[in-house]
């Protein structure tokens, strides 16, 4: 069964940092493009960023660039978001989801979510 | 960046009614468009891929059609596990944008 498990999230303050953690398992990990996509209290879904297989390549909204950054490590079948310099518009459910670059586009598997609050 | 609107914002529907969404893109992206349904709390699920091809698992009630920049999702049939929040998405080179999501309630 394809899962993907987040967490990290959590209550921080303004200009703070938090790291964000994706465990998947499943599937061939080292195969797939993977995504974080964010969704703030109460609206849509926002594509963050995501990584190629080997960690090559890495794109980002624009709205993040510069401040997250995504990684992750295909031995521990894990993918991550760094993310520092947080505003209050980052506050937001944060997914980690499955990214079917090549092939059809879409995000066919998604973790549960994990809650970023930034407030003061 | 491409910009993906949604129509209608909102719907009122009743069960056994056919349910039409429109997603319109600000540019065209061939087929590279898929639909999702979201509930409540939960992760969102993807109900169509490429703009027409269904799912496995998902019940051929929905439908999606559409090339370059008008897309459609039918559901043909509307059912009580239906009523949920559904969202176009865009695939452009590595971007993805997302509509800004049909609400479908109960009548």
């Known amino acids: 069964e394809v899962q993907m498990v987040e967490s990290g999230g959590g209550l921080v303050q303004p200009g703070g940092s938090l790291r964000l953690y994706c465990a998947a398992s499943?599937?061939?990990?080292?195969?797939?493009?993977m995504s974080w996509v964010r969704q703030a209290p109460g609206k849509g879904l926002e594509w963050v960023a995501n990584?190629?297989?080997?960690?090559?390549?890495?794109y980002y909204v624009d709205s993040v660039k510069g401040r997250f950054t995504i990684s992750r490590d295909n031995a521990k079948k894990s993918v991550y978001l760094q993310m520092n310099s947080l505003r209050v518009e980052d506050t937001a459910v944060y997914y980690c989801?499955?990214?079917?670059?090549?092939?059809?586009?879409?995000?066919?598997?998604w973790g549960q979510g994990t809650l970023v609050t930034v407030s003061s | 960046d491409i910009q993906m609107t949604q129509s209608p914002s909102t719907l009122s529907a009743s069960v056994g009614d056919r349910v039409t969404i429109t997603c319109r893109a600000s540019?065209?992206?061939?087929?590279?468009l898929a639909w999702y349904q979201q509930k409540p709390g939960k992760a969102p699920k993807v109900l169509i891929y490429?703009?027409?091809s269904l799912e496995s698992g998902v019940p051929s009630r929905f439908s999606g059609s559409g090339s370059g920049t008008e897309f459609t999702l039918i559901i043909t049939s509307l059912q009580p596990d239906d009523f949920a929040t559904y969202y176009c998405?865009?695939?452009?080179?590595?971007?993805?944008?997302f509509g800004q999501g049909t609400k479908v309630e109960i009548k």
């Open positions: 989801a499955r990214d079917n670059y090549y092939d059809r586009g879409d995000f066919d598997y």
């Open positions: 490429k703009a027409s």
């Open positions: 540019q065209s992206i061939s087929n590279w």
């Open positions: 499943g599937f061939t990990f080292s195969s797939y493009w």
């Open positions: 998405q865009q695939y452009n080179s590595y971007s993805r944008t």
């Open positions: 990584i190629k297989q080997d960690g090559s390549e890495k």
